[in-house]
């Protein structure tokens, strides 16, 4: 909000130069965002509802009672009241009626005839130009300069434009209209608090006039408004319209009623100076007075919250300032009467604010904090999180961080269907439509994208992904790496982010976990249009799904351009984190001498290494320790396509040295399981 | 070959005249030996079980005693002294052996180091490690909250109620309800409508309503806006989120904690910080917390407009409706929140210029991380 220097200067009579008020301001009360050269004078850019002050300091007047109480200055601001006297009027010239005294707590409607509209003179015109408004003519700059003096917004209607000579305060009824001051047309409903005459709505209350019952070069009589409206509903019409106006701010943020007053008066006061006119009659209706609140403010209390002692003398010093009435109750405390314009000082804690800025925050010395010392407990799930995260940045992993929203077309692009999906209902953009049900999707095109530039690329992320399922939206951990090589067959690129899972895991202290290439769960169900067909498995711990490792499908990675074959991880973060166990122990390092055995087998293609293994280990028995597969390779001829495959097999003891026979009998134990399979064993 | 001559004669001068003949022999070839594997053959013509100087020795045996003692101790001096010569000519011939065999194995160091995959983690995780490391260190303990949160968490608990003015303060990415589920809907109505959180302090409210204090925790994590994004401004980014709740807890406290974790965090032991008045409706009284340009100094820079301070967090002390909210009986306890930016801090940290390079995914800027 602008504010002129040189107009608080006149109200407050400070001595300080602008960029020392400003400094002043921003260490006491408000923000003050910028100071510019404004012709002879400076604008001041203010937050004062940065510090819920809009209340009293939208203007001038309030800001100077802000820099008299910095400084403590003794200065006092006169209330315009005191010098105009108003004449009782002809009651019949107006009536005002409030449909519910909620929406308007207070109007007040005066009317001067006798005015004349014309230009502005050149003082008027400038305040306001430094305080960013344009100039209309006199009679609008009146009101507006008002405004920014007292912060209390105003109204001037052209009286003899009034149907009935009615105001009435009233909801909108549907299908009303009005046409406000800039050529708008609005639909109005019973949602819309409007300033009507005896037929139809002249005003949008407290946001915006009406253009025909506005201020024209021919006007002669005019009615002063000067009210005080509900700020929620001000405020919820203000976004209905998508009207915000300077009154419409004020009013949002609850200005005093008692403020309408003073503000009318000095409002007289201006339009007889600059457009002529006398006062004609008058309306005030208040139907509940506001009265000062009191508040009771323990001492205790007070240096407790701040931090420091503070002596009786200076906290009273301080309120009375700010224009709070203090009196002693007991020895431990006060009780604070607010001045009404304060509306956002309602609790002790609010009195406590007003010490402690106005003392200065700098002045309050720092202390440690006197409390016990309990150890932190440490969040398990995070650890894990920090750990896996270790353990992908050691395996060649770059973290990447991506949006949670998504769109239309990449769904579509995935294959995928919207269905499930959680849609925003103000997206900024397409693109921010929905949140990510599979953030897997953000890391194929980050690989995608990467691979534009770059030969290899592996990418990782514990990241989130948001569904509806049972009428709940579930908000899932998810751990996801992504893994792209150029020249690079799709397998080798396949078995080394296996490779990867599997470190993982066993990092983890996971023991039990298997790659089940006939998978039955959500992660087939969900991800399966994801990955190749043939090219996946699922991550299972003992039976349980927490995850799956894949090639990205050939067409996805097509629409999505990736530029080498590209494999993904995917896993349940929760899941994972729960089976994750970091208390391993040690088994001890056998003292005796292993015994390695090849084996090499011709079987069908097709025939899964797993199950070949598993048929060696179980034949082989315990003292077969490690079953390690070392070439593998397909043959195809036109009869029947082959596959060769070899393995070392390890045998030990831990407590003896194996003999030459024992092995011999193990081996032949193992030939004959494996010949049972009709696998031909190579010699 | 000498064994057929020596069993001729077995008296001392020709045994002593044989020795020096070994000698001579041993010494002239030792002289021309080139090579190690010829050199221990040598040594075990002469020195060797079946050598030379065994023989001779075995020969000795039978001389008279005199003759025995005389020519047995030269005999006995010259195989030192031999063993000697041979040991001193092998080691050196190893020497330069292996002087020869490591030249030749060579290899030009200057070429460049085999590019092995190195991993990277992102900025924001490095920067919020950092900050949780300081916090730990003074008890306070990380904790989590949902992102998609309620109406009445994100606003209503924070004493942010709707059609309030303060709600201008957090521009929000409402979420649409499922309109297939009923219950659903009577759920959200409860908690209100379904949103983006567009700060982390929900956390507060969710850990209090679980937790007695006294506590601190903290509660980094990822907040939306509604808003258009530039260099600066983003619809996605990361705060932390910091709550101390006791007996007493004051201001001074807050000004303690704060300016100690900045030290840390900006590893600048005598970095300034200020207080100055701010409204946030969850606190009371509230402030924005400023530190002293880490960039200039306080000369005056861009980062800082000049100013010489950046703003570095909103914080307070908890307002007593917040307690209220979560159960907690009135005017029995205090406490101080705060939120950091963590997106600006690292952008300050390692001069990124813009804001939505942290969601770019490319691995040109997260590998300098």
Known sequence: ?683 | MFAGRLRVRYNDEIMLDELKKIEQSAREKLANMGDIDATEVLKIQFLGRKGALSLMLRAIKNLPEQERIKTGSAANRLRQELEAAFDKKLAELKKTNHESVLQREWIDVTRPGVKTPRGHLHPLTLVRRDAEAIFHSMGFVTVEGPEVESERYNFDALNIPANHPARDMWDTFWLRSNQKSQKSKVKSQNDGRLLLRTHTSPVQIRYMETHEPPFRIIAPGRVFRYEATDASHEIQFYQLEGLMVDRHVSIANFKFVIQEFLRRLFRKQNLEIRLRPSYFPFVEPGFEVDVACIVCNQKGCSVCKRSGWLEMMGAGMVHQKVFAAVGYVPAEWTGFAFGIGLDRVVMMKYNIPDIRLFHSGDLRFLKQF
């Open chain 1, 1 to 683: 909000m602008k504010f002129s220097y040189n107009w608080l200067k006149e109200l407050a009579k400070f001595k300080e130069s602008p960029k020392n008020l400003a400094e002043l301001l921003t260490m006491h009360a408000f923000e003050v965002e910028s100071v510019a050269k404004a012709g002879n004078d400076f604008c001041l850019d203010i937050a004062v509802q940065k510090s819920n002050r809009a209340a009293d300091c939208a203007g001038h007047i309030g800001v100077a009672q802000e820099i008299i109480a910095i400084k403590n200055l003794k200065v006092k601001i006169q209330n315009a009241k005191s010098q105009i006297k108003i004449k009782n009027g002809d009651k019949k010239l107006l009536t005002v009626t409030i449909e519910n005294k909620d929406d308007c707590r207070r109007y007040i409607g005066v009317v001067m005839n006798g005015v004349v509209v014309k230009e502005s003179p050149q003082w008027l015109r400038e305040r306001l130009e430094t305080c960013g408004m344009q100039s209309i003519n006199n009679l609008v700059d009146a009101a507006n300069y008002v405004m920014l003096e007292t912060g209390q917004p105003l109204h001037i209607f052209d009286y003899d434009a009034l149907e009935g000579r009615r105001i009435a305060v009233r909801r909108a009824r549907k299908n009303e209209f009005l046409k406000t001051l800039d050529n708008q047309k609005l639909e109005l409903s019973p949602d819309a608090l409007v300033i009507a005459d005896a037929k139809n709505p002249i005003a949008l209350a407290g946001i915006k006039g009406g253009f025909d019952s506005g201020v024209s070069k021919k006007t002669k009589t005019i009615v002063l408004e000067a009210a005080n409206f509900d700020p929620a509903l001000i405020r919820s019409a203000s976004r209905l319209f998508n009207l915000k106006t300077d009154a419409s701010f004020r009013f949002e943020h609850n200005l005093d009623p008692n403020l309408a007053e003073v503000a009318s008066m000095r409002l007289v006061e201006l339009v007889r100076q600059v457009a002529g006119g006398e006062v004609i009659g008058m309306t005030d209706i208040y139907p509940q007075k506001i009265l000062p609140q009191k508040i009771f403010l323990s001492r205790a209390y007070a240096e407790n919250l701040i931090g420091c002692e503070l002596p009786a003398r200076r906290i009273e010093d301080l309120l009375k300032r700010l224009g709070f009435i203090v009196t002693q109750k007991k020895k431990d405390g006060w009780i604070a009467e607010v001045p009404t314009i304060r509306r956002d000082v309602s609790s002790t804690e609010d009195i406590i604010e007003e010490i402690a800025r106005l003392y200065g925050y700098k002045h309050i010395a720092m202390r440690a904090p006197e409390t016990l010392l309990f150890p932190a407990e440490p969040n398990d799930e995070l650890l894990w999180e920090d750990k896996v995260r270790d353990f992908f940045k050691g395996a060649g992993f770059s973290e990447a961080y991506t949006y949670i929203f998504t769109g239309e077309k990449e769904i579509r692009d995935f294959e995928d269907a919207a269905s499930g999906y959680v849609e925003l209902e103000n997206p900024t953009s397409p693109e921010t439509r929905y949140l990510v049900k599979h953030s897997i999707f953000k890391y194929a095109r980050a690989l995608a994208e990467n691979l534009r530039h770059t030969d290899e690329a592996r990418l990782f992320a514990v990241t989130k992904d948001f569904e509806w399922r049972m009428n709940k939206i579930e908000e899932r951990k998810e751990l996801i790496a992504a893994f792209g090589k150029k020249g690079k067959s799709a397998s080798d690129i396949f078995l080394e982010l296996k490779g990867v899972a599997e470190n993982l895991l066993s990092a983890l202290g996971v023991s039990d976990f298997w790659f089940d290439d006939a998978p039955n769960s959500r992660f087939q169900i969900q991800d399966s249009r994801f990955y190749h067909p043939y090219r996946r498995a699922e991550i299972k711990i003992g039976d349980d799904a927490i995850g799956i490792i894949g090639e990205i499908h050939p067409a996805i990675a097509q629409t999505i351009k990736l530029k080498s074959r590209a494999v993904f991880l995917h896993i349940d973060f929760g899941k994972l984190w729960h089976k994750a166990e970091s208390e391993h122990e040690y088994r001890p390092i056998s003292k005796y001498p292993a015994a390695v055995r090849d084996i090499a087998l011709l079987v069908p293609r097709g025939e899964k290494i797993e199950k070949i293994q598993n048929v060696i280990e179980t034949s082989g028995g315990d003292l077969l320790q490690d079953v390690d597969l070392f070439d593998y390779f397909e043959e195809f001829d036109k009869e029947k396509e082959k596959m060769s495959v070899a393995f070392h097999l390890r045998f030990q003891s831990n407590e003896r040295t194996l003999l030459e026979k024992e092995v011999d009998v193990l081996m032949k134990k193992i030939t004959e399981a494996v010949k049972e399979k009709q696998w031909a064993v190579r010699e």
